[in-house]
């Protein structure tokens, strides 16, 4: 119905159009290069009633679209919270759906029209049911998150679209962007990218308020719809009065007052022919009094209420009546809410239909009516008083209800607006919940949020009980997912505060604890593992006694987080593997998404605290569990969780030709699927995977991402490691003093959040940085090396420990100190070696080539003996083993600092093997 506004305007005749000549032109060459094969895209902007929609329809409606498909939509002003409602307007007028469709209908005119068109569209079908309110019974659409849903729809939109303008060029027009919801928005945005190959034109009308990105591409042209010129506004007086000398002056009123806005003008006209200061009829009209006695308001609205001020009192009130359905008013709607007898709601309709408030759109299937103008309704509803406002909300609820009862699902959206306007409380909260649900169903998170805040401000006229503050907070739960995507995490804070503080008051332990879990979650994500660890444990208590695995699963899963952002890698470890054979035990692979993220986030986190202990192969073995279990669940979100941890632990283990692809594809699903939590991941271990292979520019942007969008969320936990990633990378691009201060500022980081294994990172970074600077600081350098090393060593982080001593190794070569540097970097090797972390063992190799030609190795490690003398056969560097391995022991405690007591035994081991002479 809303395609056929100026369509039925038209029925009763139109305003003849003046002026636009050029805008006209202007479209009409677009649209030839459009036809051409380049798609253009135009934005027609300017003030309500200057003429934006009028000049589509003008052009929309001649000889020169012959041939294109032309598809028409447009945004409504209750629309913002009701997601994709202009795009399935635009679907229901593609496959010619009409009201008295029911689902069945529906599904054959779809299916046929798609599959008609191509056959290799079917896999698009569900997301066409979805948004065209059907059921849909399709188990694999259903197995997918919300996020990879919203994707395929926002594809399967396009790809209709382009595959259309193949055999046809196509005509799209949106109007009134300034009402659209987030998600046409991203469909329009999705579309625009793949316009300029296409043979289509998009048309877009908006008022000056709405801001859109298209302004650079090249195919966009805007054309701004100023008021009409005088002359052209003297041409529609003209046509619309007459020219009657006397009009003259009240002519050169109205263009003044009106500014030349075509609708002003049309309503000013209305106006002096109701109150008779023109007599005669249209297009020869006379002055009924004296032109000083005529008074014009000084705006659109003024006059507009006025007008509706003159009504009879039965026309006035059916006419606010209608303006409280909307824009668009069924008529067995408007009657079913007032109580006029039939035959006066006839006579009432007419006058408004004569005196142009209302036109009929459509006589068949059923009769509806529409505003003439946003403006008209506006207005009409603004001259209600509060009250009666409310009650008609109330009674609309009741009337969809009654009218609509068999297809409640389809009218959500509208039942939860009026319920919430008309106060009717307890159905409000209920339908604005039911709405929210289906934005969040659709990843449509703005909207989702939107709705569930609403229901919240209901709620809280419910009667006090148990009853409504479990709806309370089970509403704040629900708000908590698509706040999360958006990152607003002080908003879920809040929101888990209140509602813990609810659960309590209730004694309700099963609500308390998925409470703890959004709390836990928030705390984990903000840095604070102290008090996630907390949380974790409360929720794993209740999990344990009230025996629900979900819970445990989660609580568990967190915990194990947490201990690893806190560096307790072993405790991590331990409360993870219980997790994962927990996990596995439970549900086994396959069942439901959300065990599966959670069997391999929980594997795959494991996988990465071995990983930083250097236990690569078991590190291993977990992953290839993960992956298994992502295959099996066929999510992407799943996959590229497993992904991102695999590259991980290859770019932990130097193996940069394993990590590459894998982290790669992570971060393009990322994109793809808009994962913005996960995505700053595998941003910055791409980041630094580059940077290790030479591609500084491609790894600095990426490695400055994943700092940027960590922030971006709010998120703190892991920045600390992320920034030192980055300080890595502008360490190795040669920009030392961004790198220093970057350093520093991922130090105080892991301070600040407890991070005590990022601390160490950031510490060795640092040692790294110092080391380059002069002499003068080859004592700093010392320093911080000694103080990761410390850390590293209490912490158990082989790898890291591996990489400080190589660190400590070069800093003594470039001082001269021999003996040192050999002893450092032997043990470094050795632990290299031991680990098979080859990267690093190469440049640790190529170091002890630079410091000179005797390297000793202790006596009972013949194989890494056999594997020097392989590495530097032909080599200037001499391999020995050493047989005074007991004596020298003394010297080798004091290489590895005086943590070494703590250290433990394998490293010790390693040590002793590698002492030197
Ligand atoms: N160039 C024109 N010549 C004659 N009449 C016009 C012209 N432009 C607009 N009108 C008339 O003015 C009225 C308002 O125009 P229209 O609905 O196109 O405004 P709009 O810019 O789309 O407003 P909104 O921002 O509310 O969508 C309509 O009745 C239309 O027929
Ligand atoms: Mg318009």
Redesign the pocket.
Known sequence: PVRSR?QA?AVRG???????DKEVDKLREVLERAGAGHGQIVAVA??????????L?EFTHSHRVNGWVVLETTAMSHGKTISYLPVSEMLRGYFQIDERDDERRIREKVTGKLITLDESLRPALPAFFQLLDVSVEDPEWQAQDPNQRRQRTLDAVKRLLLRESQIQPVLLIF??LHWVDSETQAFLDSLVESLPTARALLLA?Y?PEYQHTWGSKTYYTQFR?DP?APE?ADE?LHALLGDDPGLRPLKQVLINRTEGN??FL?ECVRTLMETKALTGERGAYRLGREVQAIQVPATVQAVLAARIDRLPIEARRLLQAAAVIGMDVPLNLLHAITDAPEDLLRRSLMQLQSAEFLYEVSLFPAVEYTF????TQDVAYSTLLQERRRALHARIVAAIEHLHAERLAEHVERLAHHALRGEVWDKAVGYLRQAGAKAAARAANREAVMLFEQALVAVQHLPEGRASMERAIDLRLDLRPPLLQLGHLERVLQLSQDAEAMAEKLGDDQRMARVYTYLINYHYLKGEPELAVEYGERCLRIGDTVNDPALQALARGYLGYSYHAQGHYRRAEFVLKQNVEALESAWGQAEGPQAGISFVTSSGWLAFTLAELGEFDAANTYLDRAQRAAEASGHAYTHTIARTLAGLVWLRRGQLDQALPLLQKSLDACREKNLDVWRPIPSSLLGLTCILLGRLDEGLRLLEDGVALTEGLGVRAYLALWTTHLGEGLLAAGQLERARAVAQRALEQAQAHKERGHQAWALRLQGEIAARGDRAEMNAALELYGRALALAEELKMRPLLARVHLGLGQLHARAGDRDKAQEHVAVGLGLLREMDIRFWSARAAEELMGLGHLFIVARHNVELYEYLKQEFAGEPVTVMLDRRQAERRQRGDEAAGEDRRKGDRRRQDTDQALRLP
């Open positions: 100026l305007a139109l305003t003849p159009f003046v002026g636009r300017g003030e309500p009633g200057v003429g934006k929609s009028r000049l329809w109007e009134s009308s008022r719809i009409l052209s529609l075509p609708f049309e003439k103008h946003a403006l």
